[in-house]
């Protein structure tokens, strides 16, 4: 687009031939003196168009102008011009805005008098400046400050932090359409900022008409608030960087401005670039464009800042879309007092009157509406809500992970419910993490929020799912437990053709046969066992101790907890535990750096290898997924400088999937080995630690799949993080090695399913076969009881197991209730 300036008329349409007055001829050789009408014996500059598209500019021509022989305006070097008028006073990089008419007088090259034009051009004659505000396009889309957040405190939220050179600042977002106070060491200077509607009697000018202005005050100031700016900023680090060359178009910016207290301040304007986290450079980029004093008598024109230009950025953008370009105000080096409103950016060096008209509908669908974030393409922004932000509109991810009820008969069995919202069951189901549902939303949306934020792991707060795997940090900062989800015939990892190098330990290996319960983690040291459990006991002296902690279910579930706390890894060599479940006997035994024999003490033997340097954590999370799954393998890391580029391990879950995790050193190439079914890449470089490794392939696994909760037949309860109300909190347990103690989305077994009562001295009534108590309660028959007794008229003691908790709880999953406000 072609930067032209509408402040300058040409003086003719394509070309002015002058003649003679006397003989017709050209006017070869005539002069033409241009003054000012209202002074007419003072030169008043016309100017020539030179430049290119994008970079046009107005150079001032010799007055007088000598014609050329043709009778034709020409330049100093003979070349046929146009000249343009400039009708106003002052100058062009400094304009009033006050017109000034031309006095023309034309003689021919005996100074013989040919003609006079006065008032000229008759296009200005109307006393009107030719630019019309109604016809710039403001590029501040909320100038007046209609939509603005009256939370000014700068002890308040909203404060966002964020690094601005060797300084880190705070921003508050103040008003709709990117304006923000920016502002460094609060607690030194006072600023006492605020919105205000003007009155009818306010003291401003008749060209201002805003509905609020900004009260811009620091009333005590301190040397090291280095950084005390009023700023519009714009996302887009190359929003206005255009024109030919780039990035010289130029940009008027006005606005109205007044001191609150009589005094006159001077502010400076900066312009700032920021190419967003991880681009190039890294900090903002800040130029001073000019300073301008505000005093007590407002004026829109007094305060018009030309002439801005937005160069090319040659920088790098970053890749989390928070790049941006913007113009601060900043403060002066003292306390201030002073108002601000009617913001307008125009292209162009455009001269204006007043804020350009807009209606409150244009103002208001540009500063919020117009501000919605750009869809993300990767297509994470589908399906969301549109809310209202201090910014404007944005979208809602904050919905993204919720639990909603639904009052619709909808088959739970039939997926389709994927294809019309933005909604999974809670059915336990896997999803994989790079993967797009139906809607075109990537999965990897939620799994973001399904991941504990404290962990290290990058582990799901529900899991990877049952047909994947699980990748958890040992003791040792180089090792990896990598456990199958699910009890099966999968296979333990082993390294690929491309050998990574790696030490692959087995702890466990499918026994080919169930197992006949399920684990579950509580806390780093303990498990729980669930099942139809009638024995638990540390038959082979582990050290590991057992309680019931509930007992005489009929016809149902038991569990079982067990703890490792007093275990010394390096004796469990031989030793085992047994338990019976389902009526059939089972021991779990271990070797210690591949030292032990099976102690066979009838049963089926569950075996479980352990090596130098794992921890009572670490026996914990063994044991909870030997149960649990079919292969565990530790793996022992290297560091990046002893693995070859693109190499691989794999491994096989109980489904019968194969997977292969490869390394890129950086610019990798995918091994692609036959008859897998998914790669999964490892990002590191030469210098990675041992450590570093570890953590990139621990995250890595874990960031593959991610699971739903399964709340079928559950009951949701309100996380109690303090154990006011959840005072069996302690009795939690988790999903997977990671979700441990009383956090979201940890279980909680039931207390109250079908189960016998203590009972203290028993009498027996021959008439009605029930034992009472002394009090009276019936508390069932003999075979109900389960005492060995005889019913009679005499008085006997005996007891049933007490079972059963503080609570009478149903089995429940702990969620984070929200109210909306």
């Avoid at 690929?496 to 579950?520: I, K, Q």
Wanted: glycine share 10%.
């Amino acid at each position: 687009m072609a930067n032209l300036d509408s402040r300058f008329i040409c003086t003719s349409d394509l070309d002015s031939l002058y003649r003679d007055n006397a003989s017709g001829l050209p006017l070869s050789g005539g002069i033409i003196t241009f003054y000012s009408d209202v002074n007419r014996t003072t030169l008043k500059p016309v100017y020539q168009l030179t430049g290119t598209p994008g970079n046009y500019t107005y150079s001032p021509l010799p007055n007088p102008c000598v014609l050329s022989s043709a009778g034709t305006f020409q330049d100093a070097l003979g070349n046929n011009i146009v000249p343009y008028y400039y009708p106003f006073t002052g100058t062009p990089s400094a304009n009033t805005g006050v017109q000034e008419l031309y006095y023309i007088t034309c003689v021919n090259s005996g100074f013989a008098p040919q003609f006079v034009r006065q008032g000229w051009p008759q296009a200005a004659g109307s006393g009107v400046s030719p630019v019309s505000d109604n016809e710039v396009e403001n590029y501040i889309p909320n100038g007046q400050f209609l939509a603005h957040n009256n939370i000014l405190s700068i002890t308040e939220p909203p404060i966002v932090q964020y690094t601005f050179g060797a300084q880190t600042v705070d921003a508050q977002q103040i008003a709709q359409g990117g304006w923000y106070f920016v502002y460094t060491d609060a607690n030194s200077a006072v600023f006492n900022n605020s919105f205000q509607q003007i009155p009818s009697s306010g003291g401003w000018g008749m060209n201002s008409f805003p509905r609020y202005i900004f009260n811009f005050v620091c009333s005590s100031f301190n040397a090291s608030a280095l950084t005390r700016d009023l700023r519009i900023q714009w996302p887009d680090v190359n929003k206005f960087s255009s024109g030919n060359p780039v990035g010289e178009t130029n940009f008027t910016l006005f606005f109205d401005a007044k001191s609150n207290d009589g005094n006159s301040y001077t502010f400076t304007l900066e312009q700032i670039y920021y190419f967003g986290t991880g681009g190039t450079p890294s900090a903002p980029v800040v130029t001073p464009i000019t300073t301008f004093t505000v005093g007590p008598s407002e004026s829109f024109v007094s305060y018009n800042l030309q002439d801005i230009t937005f160069p090319s950025n040659a920088g790098t953008i970053g890749t989390n879309g928070d790049d941006y370009v913007a113009l601060s105000i900043r403060g002066p080096a003292s306390a201030w007092n002073a108002a601000f409103s009617d913001f307008a950016l125009v292209q162009g060096n455009e001269t204006l009157s007043s804020f350009p008209i807009q209606t409150n509908a244009e103002m208001l669908s540009r500063a919020l509406a117009g501000w919605i974030p750009t869809p993300n393409p990767n297509g994470s922004s589908l399906y969301l809500t549109l809310k209202l932000g201090l910014e404007g509109f944005i979208y809602d991810s904050s919905e993204v992970g919720e639990i909603v009820a639904k009052s619709t008969l909808i088959d739970f069995n039939n997926t389709s419910i994927s294809t019309i919202s933005n909604e999974l069951y809670c059915d336990g189901s896997q999803y994989l993490t790079a993967g797009y549902s139906p809607l075109g939303i990537p999965y990897s949306r939620l799994q973001a929020k399904l991941v504990y934020a404290a962990s290290s792991l990058n582990l799901p707060i529900y899991g990877t799912g049952l047909n994947f795997a699980s990748a958890l940090g040992n003791n040792d900062a180089d090792h990896i437990l990598l456990m199958n989800n699910k009890y099966g015939s999968g296979a333990n990892a082993t390294d690929g053709t491309v050998m990574t190098g790696f030490t692959f330990n087995n702890n466990h290996a499918d026994p080919g046969a169930t197992v006949n319960v399920t684990a579950y983690m509580q806390t780093v040291v303990t498990g729980v066992m669930k099942g139809i459990i009638t024995a638990m006991a540390d038959t082979g002296t582990t050290g590991i101790t057992f309680v019931e902690g509930r007992t005489g279910l009929i016809n149902n579930y038991n569990i079982w907890q067990f703890n490792t706390t007093s275990v010394t890894i390096s004796g469990l060599a031989s030793t085992y535990f047994t338990y019976t479940a389902n009526a059939t006997n089972y021991y779990v035994w271990f070797k210690y750096n591949g030292s032990g024999t099976d102690p066979a003490p009838g049963g089926t033997g569950i075996q479980i290898d352990l090596f130098t340097g794992y921890s009572t954590q670490d026996l914990c999370r063994l044991i909870v997924f030997a149960l649990n799954g079919g292969s565990m393998t530790d793996v022992i890391c290297t560091a990046g400088s002893s693995i070859t580029a693109n190499s691989w391990f794999k491994f096989t879950t109980a489904n019968g999937n194969k997977y292969y995790v490869w390394y890129n050193l950086g610019g990798g190439v995918d091994p692609a080995p036959a008859g897998f079914t998914l790669g999964i890449p490892v990002s590191i470089t030469g210098t990675s630690t041992a450590a570093q490794v570890t953590a990139a392939t621990i995250s890595a696994i874990n960031g593959t799949y991610f699971a739903v909760p399964d709340l079928r037949g559950l009951y949701l309860r309100g996380y109690d993080p303090n154990s006011t109300w959840d005072i069996d909190s302690v009795s939690r347990y988790g999903l997977n090695g990671n979700a441990l103690g009383n956090v979201i989305g940890t279980l909680e077994t039931d207390m109250f399913l079908t189960h016998l009562h203590g009972a203290g001295t028993l009498t027996a009534a021959p008439a009605s076969g029930n034992f009472v108590t002394t009090s009276g309660s019936s508390i069932g028959t003999t075979s109900g009881v389960g005492l060995n007794t005889t019913l009679g008229t005499a008085a006997v003691s005996g007891s049933t197991a007490l079972t059963g908790g503080y609570e009478t709880t149903p089995v429940n999953m702990a969620i984070g209730y929200a109210i909306k406000y």
